[in-house]
C-alpha cells in the first residue's frame, strides 16, 4: 500500500504476472522517478502489468519501454499484456510491446475497466500483436464484476494487429453492468491490420 517504486529493466521468465499495484491513496512524498515500470522484458502466462487500484491523492504511474510476451499455459483460461483497472487518479502507457503470439485462449493487448471519466487512462506509441482484442475497455468484464466508474481512455500512435479471427479495438457495455459509460478518445495514428473487425462498438 503506497509503495512508490521504480521497477525498471527487468528480465522476468516464464511468470504468471510480471508487475502488479496495489491500493495506492496518498500521494508519493518522494521522486517522481519512482512511479515508472519501464524497461522490462516479460514473458507471462496469465499477465504482463496490473495497474490497480489507485484513488483519492494518489500519484500516477508510467508504464513505458516494457516488452510482454505470451508464455501457453494449460491452466489459464485468458492472457493480457496490460491490465488498468480502479484508477481514478491518471496512468500513463507509453510505448509498449506486446505480442500475444502462441496464446490460444482468449487475449488482449491492454484492457481497461473501471477507469474514471475524469483521469482516463493514456495509451500511446508501440504495438500489440497476435492478441483475440488489441484495445479493449469494458464495464464488467475486466475484473468480472460491475465497473461503477465505467471504462474510459485515450490512444494515440498505437500498431494494432490482431489475430486472424481478432478485433483491433473493442467497446464494451455489458448487460451484467450497472451501465457506467465506456469511452475511448482517438488520436491519430492509430492503425489496425489484419484481423476481421478495426471497431467493434457494443452494448
Known amino acids: 500500500n503506497n509503495q512508490y517504486a521504480a521497477v525498471t529493466d527487468n528480465c522476468m521468465e516464464n511468470v504468471r504476472l510480471g508487475v502488479q ?15 515508472v515500470i519501464s524497461g522490462n522484458t516479460m514473458s507471462v502466462r496469465k ?18 519501454n516494457n516488452t510482454i510476451t505470451g508464455v501457453v499455459d494449460a491452466n489459464e483460461t485468458a492472457w493480457d499484456g496490460i491490465l488498468l483497472s480502479s484508477l481514478s487518479v ?3 502507457s507509453t510505448n509498449n510491446i506486446i505480442n500475444g503470439a502462441g496464446i490460444a485462449n482468449p487475449s488482449e493487448g491492454y484492457e481497461v475497466w ?10 500511446s506509441g508501440g504495438s500489440v500483436s497476435a492478441t483475440t482484442i488489441g484495445l479493449s475497455l469494458n464495464n ?13 481512455a485515450t490512444v494515440s500512435n498505437l500498431a494494432i494487429t490482431p489475430v486472424a479471427s ?12 450497472s451501465n457506467a459509460n465506456v469511452q475511448l478518445a482517438m488520436g491519430a495514428g492509430v492503425t489496425v491490420s489484419g484481423g476481421t473487425t478495426g471497431l467493434r462498438v457494443e452494448n
Open 90 to 92: 491518471p496512468s500513463t
Open 166 to 177: 481478432g478485433t483491433g479495438i473493442r467497446l464494451h457495455d455489458n448487460p451484467l453492468s
Open 114 to 123: 473501471n477507469v474514471k471519466s475524469t483521469t482516463p487512462a493514456s495509451i
Open 140 to 152: 464488467y468484464e475486466g475484473y468480472s464484476s460491475d465497473g461503477t466508474d465505467g471504462a474510459h
Open 21 to 35: 499495484t496495489g491500493n495506492f491513496s496518498q500521494a508519493n512524498p518522494g521522486s517522481s522517478a519512482y512511479q
Open 47 to 64: 499477465r504482463g502489468i496490473f495497474h490497480n487500484l489507485a484513488y483519492s491523492t494518489a500519484s500516477g504511474y508510467t508504464l513505458s
